[in-house]
T-cell receptor, first 113, second 116 residues
Framework: SQKIEQNSEALNIQEGKTATLTCNYT??????LQWYRQDPGRGPVFLLL?????KEKRKERLKVTFDTTLKQSLFHITASQPADSATYLC????????????FGTGTRLTIIP | EAGVAQSPRYKIIEKRQSVAFWCNPI?????LYWYQQILGQGPKLLIQ????????DSQLPKDRFSAERLKGVDSTLKIQPAKLEDSAVYLC??????????????FGPGTRLTVT
């Protein structure tokens, strides 16, 4: 059966360090993968998209990698700040052209000052 | 630009009652989604509309859930009758198909439903 796993439910990182979140999937062949941020009581907010033919994408302090052989994406936040504390969701995009997303369960990241 | 609007923000009902949620997407967005997010889980797609047609409703419990998008703009999601396991946040999202789009979905704040 299809499964999307995000490394852990919760991750605590010291301020200034790099936070690395993992998204692993099985029995999927996504055309692209997205990362979203969700704060308590709010809807997810889009951060980055990476397509199946791309290895790495960067946006400011964020970096995403996508390895279709390992069926894994890594999401990095460098120079982490307490304001980066939130739940981060990975979402796999359908290759059937209908924009359907399947979300992982999320990782709750806390940056400790 | 105004974001995705949802109402109500909170709703408490008893099991077997009915409830309806409303969503107004970002102006001009052709695609509208309803997701269910149970506490501690990621959003699960219930139904996807393209304009006023249904693209995907494979995970919608059709015996109790229904949704419509009249005139291809606003949408309502209804649950009748509600069960305890329907307690969740119901998120509405919209997106715009614009050629080489990022497929970014814009989410509303959600409606938190508690069924007692």
């Amino acid at each position: 059966s299809q499964k999307i796993e995000q490394n852990s439910e919760a991750l605590n990182i010291q301020e200034g360090k790099t936070a690395t979140l993992t998204c692993n999937y099985t029995n999927y062949s996504p055309a692209y993968l997205q990362w979203y941020r969700q704060d308590p009581g709010r809807g997810p907010v889009f951060l980055l998209l990476i397509r199946e033919n791309e290895k790495e994408k960067r946006k400011e302090r964020l970096k995403v990698t996508f390895d279709t052989t390992l069926k894994q994406s890594l999401f990095h936040i460098t120079a982490s700040q307490p304001a980066d504390s939130a739940t981060y969701l990975c979402a796999l995009g359908s290759r059937f052209g209908n924009e359907k997303l399947t979300f992982g369960t999320g990782t709750r990241l806390t940056i400790i000052p | 630009e105004a974001g995705v609007a949802q109402s109500p923000r909170y709703k408490i009902i008893e099991k077997r009652q009915s409830v309806a949620f409303w969503c107004n997407p970002i102006s001009g967005h052709a695609t509208l989604y309803w997701y269910q997010q149970i506490l501690g889980q990621g959003p699960k797609l219930l139904i996807q509309f393209q304009n006023n047609g249904v693209v995907d409703d494979s995970q919608l419990p059709k015996d109790r859930f229904s949704a419509e998008r009249l005139k291809g703009v606003d949408s309502t999601l209804k649950i009748q009758p509600a069960k305890l396991e329907d307690s969740a946040v119901y998120l509405c999202a919209s997106s715009s198909l614009t050629g080489t789009a990022s497929y970014e979905q814009y989410f509303g704040p959600g409606t938190r439903l508690t069924v007692t």
